[in-house]
């Protein structure tokens, strides 16, 4: 591992994972695997983990879910898509919410069986259906086209008939290319964090949609996607920067600041992470790679800073 301590004003540090060291060590026996091979030209984006442990990988050529068993590396499609793509995912009660990108969907899918249990059409227009999270007892679905977060409530456990659409208002002001994007709550559950990916803001939202911005002390999110929360602890991914950025968060969400960014020699693009035991797991989107039939697309897994 090799440290980096970065200018002073920028209060963080760089920290440069992965190399043969790593790789060795990850074959020896009982280590789960280091990396998870995905299907040729399935173009991962989102990321769940549940129990068992199977991580689940969504696809944005045409929605399908890939299974993966971490401890050894392998799977298999778990569920046919719809011919839209599946972003973000999050794992409920057995069930697994897909985000539906330019579908402009929802569709909630039984994690035993891949069936579909229900979808949501959120939009008529033109969409980008994200990213999504639970809390305060709904799915909180972000739209990177347009100023709205998308609310199924799940009142019992039950899924509802319709979701609810809710105008984003204050701080947060859509400008061209991609907006809202990950989605966390805040650390004391009475709010929601959502990233800007093309400004670099983050920001925190009420559940009636108006937002705050976020006091990151001079630092930006540029290119933020995915949002993972620990405690009082923040991770996001910043994609096409190839790197995780650790911030520490007060209680209601509305500070932060930057402690540490890691990057990793295998990442090619993450989108997102989901956490088991000590790891983070990230799926190379490699938005900046010219997808085919034929691209050979990874997860990787690094130790959780």
Do not use: C
Not at 19 to 24: K, V
Not at 173 to 181: E, L, Q, S
Not at 235 to 260: C, M
């Amino acid at each position: 591992m090799k440290l980096l301590v970065v200018a002073p004003a920028a209060l963080a540090l760089v920290v440069t994972l992965g190399g043969p060291a790593g790789a060795a060590a990850d074959r020896q026996p009982g280590r789960f695997p280091r990396s998870i091979s995905l299907p040729d030209g399935f173009q991962p984006e989102g990321i769940a983990i549940g129990r068992g442990p199977y991580a689940y990988v969504g696809s944005m050529a045409d929605g399908s879910i890939y299974r993966a068993d971490l401890r050894t590396g392998r799977g298999e499609i778990f569920s046919r898509g719809p011919g839209t793509p599946a972003l973000g995912l999050t794992l409920d009660h057995g069930r697994l919410f897909v985000a539906g990108g330019t579908g402009g969907d929802l569709r909630v899918l039984d994690v035993r069986t891949g069936e579909a249990l229900a979808t949501y059409r959120l939009t008529g227009g033109p969409a980008f259906v994200n990213d999504l999270t639970i809390t305060h007892g709904a799915a909180w679905i972000t739209d990177s086209t347009n100023p709205v977060l998308y609310k199924l409530p799940l009142r019992g456990g039950k899924l509802p008939a319709a979701a609810r659409r809710i105008r984003l208002t204050g701080d947060l002001v859509y400008h061209k290319g991609f907006n809202a994007n990950g989605i966390t709550p805040t650390p004391d559950g009475r709010g929601l964090l959502v990233v800007q990916s093309n400004t670099g803001g983050l920001f925190r939202v009420s559940r009636s949609g108006r937002t705050r911005r976020v006091d990151l002390h001079g630092e930006s999110l540029k290119e933020g996607d995915g949002l993972l929360l620990r405690g009082r602890t923040l991770y996001a991914v910043q994609n096409r920067l190839n790197t995780v950025t650790v911030l520490r968060l007060n209680e209601t969400g509305t500070d932060g600041r930057v402690v540490r960014r890691v990057t990793d020699r295998r990442f090619d693009v993450p989108a997102t992470m989901a956490a088991f035991r000590d790891r983070l797991y990230l799926p190379n989107a490699r938005f900046d790679t010219t997808p085919t039939a034929t691209t050979p697309y990874t997860a990787v897994a690094i130790p959780r800073p």
